[in-house]
């Protein structure tokens, strides 16, 4: 078994700042990359940021010189620090990873936390 636990959410008002984490745990044998996601009500579940195990990161447009992820690969945790929110940032916010559990033969992506709720309102 494997849990992705996210913490961090909450309200924040506009031009303010939250700090997300999600730690992995379980019958983990190696993580090779960890991501966020998010999904607002009525749309599509989209990627914020993602990481490699070699500190590798890639971010959407809307996210870039805002948003940082960063990882720790002794804790299987990821972070992500989110400055200068706005409305358009509330969604709920889903830990990824794509990690290979102890006695697998590859490597899957589909290992999600279950959600932290992020809203920037006034």
């Known amino acids: 078994q494997v849990q992705l636990v996210e913490s961090g959410g909450g309200l924040v008002q506009p031009g303010g700042s939250l700090r997300l984490s999600c730690a992995a745990s379980?019958?983990?044998?190696?993580?090779?990359?960890m991501g966020w996601y998010r999904q607002a009500p009525g749309k599509q579940r989209e990627l914020v940021a993602a990481?490699?195990?070699?500190?590798?990161?890639n971010y959407a447009d809307s996210m870039k010189g805002r948003f940082t992820i960063s990882r720790d690969n002794a804790k299987n945790t990821v972070y992500l620090q989110m400055n200068s929110l706005k409305p358009e940032d509330t969604a709920v916010y889903y830990c990824n990873a794509d990690l290979r559990i102890r006695g697998g033969l590859r490597y899957s992506d589909d290992y999600w936390g279950q959600g932290t709720q992020v809203t920037v309102s006034s």
């Open positions: 379980g019958n983990i044998f190696s993580i090779a990359a």
């Open positions: 990481i490699t195990s070699g500190g590798i990161s």
